[in-house]
C-alpha cells in the first residue's frame, strides 16, 4: 500500500463545474500536506500548501484537511479546460522530503 | 521572480555512460532535492542538501551521487548508466524557514 493514495480517475467535469480531488495518507506523523499540479512532461507546480486542520482558501482552490482522518482533499470551483492536468497530494513528515499520491487526472470539458 | 534552474533540459546517453545534472536553486533557498519522475509515475525522491550538507537519502542508486557546492547549486552524478534511468529528473528548492519546495522544470535524460 502506498503511503499517499489519490482517487484513481481520470475524473471529468464540465466547464463551470466544481472538481473535488482526495487523498489519504498511512503516516500519522505527516506535518505538512501540499497539492502540485504538473502538466504532461512538465514539472510539478505548487497548487496549494496547508499545515493544520480545517479549510484554506486561495482563489478558486480550497484544501481541506483532516488529521483524525488523514484525509486531504481539494477543491477546484469554476473548474476551466486550463485546469485540465494531473494533480498530485504529497506529504512531508519531520524529514522534509516530498511523498506522492500517484495523482489524479482531470480533465474539464468545455 | 526567479525560478530553479536545471540543466540541460534534455540529456542523451549510451548505457554504461555517465551523466551531471545540474540545479540552481532559487536566490536564498538552501536547501536543495531531487526527485526521479519514471513515465507514468509519481516523483520519486532521491537526496536533499541542506547548507551543503547531504541531509536526507531516499531511492537513490549507489551508482548516483550528489552534492551542494558553496553557492548553493546542486549537481547529481549519474554513472553506468542503465536503460531503466530514463526518466525526468526534477530539482526542488525551498528556504529551510519554510516548508514548502518549488520545482525547476527538470531535465529528461533519456538512455539508450
Known amino acids: 500500500q502506498k503511503e499517499v493514495e489519490q482517487n484513481s480517475g481520470p475524473l471529468s467535469v464540465p466547464e463551470g463545474a466544481i472538481a473535488s480531488l482526495n487523498c489519504t495518507y498511512s503516516d500519522r506523523g505527516s506535518q505538512s500536506f501540499f497539492w502540485y499540479r504538473q502538466y504532461s512532461g512538465k514539472s510539478p507546480e505548487l497548487i496549494m500548501s496547508i499545515y493544520s486542520n480545517g479549510d484554506k482558501e486561495d482563489g478558486r482552490f480550497t484544501a481541506q484537511l483532516n488529521k483524525a482522518s488523514q484525509y486531504v482533499s481539494l477543491l477546484i470551483r469554476d473548474s476551466q479546460p486550463s485546469d485540465s492536468a494531473t494533480y498530485l497530494c504529497?506529504?512531508?513528515?519531520?524529514?522534509?522530503?516530498?511523498?506522492f499520491g500517484s495523482g489524479t487526472q482531470l480533465t474539464v470539458l468545455p | 521572480a526567479a525560478g530553479v534552474i536545471q540543466s540541460p533540459r534534455h540529456l542523451i546517453k549510451e548505457k554504461r555512460e555517465t551523466a551531471t545534472l545540474k540545479c540552481y536553486p532559487i536566490p536564498r533557498h538552501d536547501t536543495v532535492y531531487w526527485y526521479q519522475q519514471g513515465p507514468g509515475q509519481d516523483p520519486q525522491f532521491l537526496i536533499s542538501f541542506y547548507e551543503k550538507m547531504q541531509s536526507d537519502k531516499g531511492s537513490i542508486p549507489d551508482r548516483f551521487s550528489a552534492q551542494q557546492f558553496s553557492d548553493y547549486h546542486s549537481e547529481l552524478n549519474m554513472s553506468s548508466l542503465e536503460l531503466g534511468d530514463s526518466a525526468l529528473y526534477f530539482c526542488a528548492s525551498s528556504p529551510s524557514i519554510k516548508n514548502i519546495q518549488y520545482f525547476g522544470a527538470g531535465t529528461r535524460l533519456s538512455v539508450l
Open positions: 504529497a506529504v512531508t513528515g519531520s524529514a522534509r522530503q516530498l511523498t
